[in-house]
């Protein structure tokens, strides 16, 4: 299964924009901070991640507020067949409580 969820800030945003097959589609940078357990201790859990938002959603996506922070829910895919560089799909997302 290939399922991500986690709670992150919109930090940069490019505009929404069409797929030559006429998908919308936008992209961004997710920025995502916590405290995780792991081997009995604390650690603090930082990264910067690039996201898109294809379809229905990249209208929602693209009207949210820049800096708001949302719990994200999407996969992993290859950024393009060659890559090795990993982006985020987002399928869903919500305001964080």
Excluded: W
Excluded at 65 to 89: D, I
């Amino acid at each position: 299964m290939n399922q991500l969820q986690f709670v992150a800030q919109i930090c940069e945003r490019d505009v929404l924009r069409y797929t030559p097959a006429g998908v919308p589609i936008v992209t961004a940078t997710l920025m995502h901070s916590s405290q995780q357990m792991e081997a009995g201790g604390a650690r603090l859990v930082e990264f910067e991640i690039t996201a898109l938002a294809a379809g229905e959603i990249s209208g929602r996506f693209s009207q949210a507020e820049l800096g708001a922070v949302h719990q994200f829910t999407g996969f992993l895919a290859k950024k393009n067949r060659s890559s090795k560089s990993l982006v985020f799909h987002i399928i869903d997302f919500c305001a964080a409580a």
